[in-house]
């Protein structure tokens, strides 16, 4: 019993060492890496946009009939009969 308390213990102690040694190895980035992860995180943001709003299109697409799309405005279909 006392084993599998020290062991408990020793894991817990080994964690903690290994977490320091980690957060004392990071840097700040410079000025020069943070732009770049910057400009990789915006074109993400676009790129998923940019499929989002192709899946959306997609579906409503298939969702309408095809006589309805004849009243689109812009890039919104909307299912109204304006006659």
Do not use: W
Not at 15 to 23: A, E, L, N, R, S
Not at 40 to 49: I, K, L, S, T
């Amino acid at each position: 019993m006392a084993d599998q308390i020290t062991e408990f213990f020793d894991v817990q102690k080994d964690f903690v060492k290994d977490g320091t040694q980690f957060i004392n190895r990071c840097t700040k980035p410079d000025r020069n890496e943070y732009i770049k992860i910057c400009q990789a995180v915006g074109v993400g943001f676009v790129v998923m946009g940019a499929i989002g709003y192709l899946v959306k299109l997609s579906t409503n697409i298939r969702a309408f009939p095809a006589g309805i799309h004849d009243s689109c405005f812009s890039i919104f279909c909307f299912a109204i009969d304006l006659d």
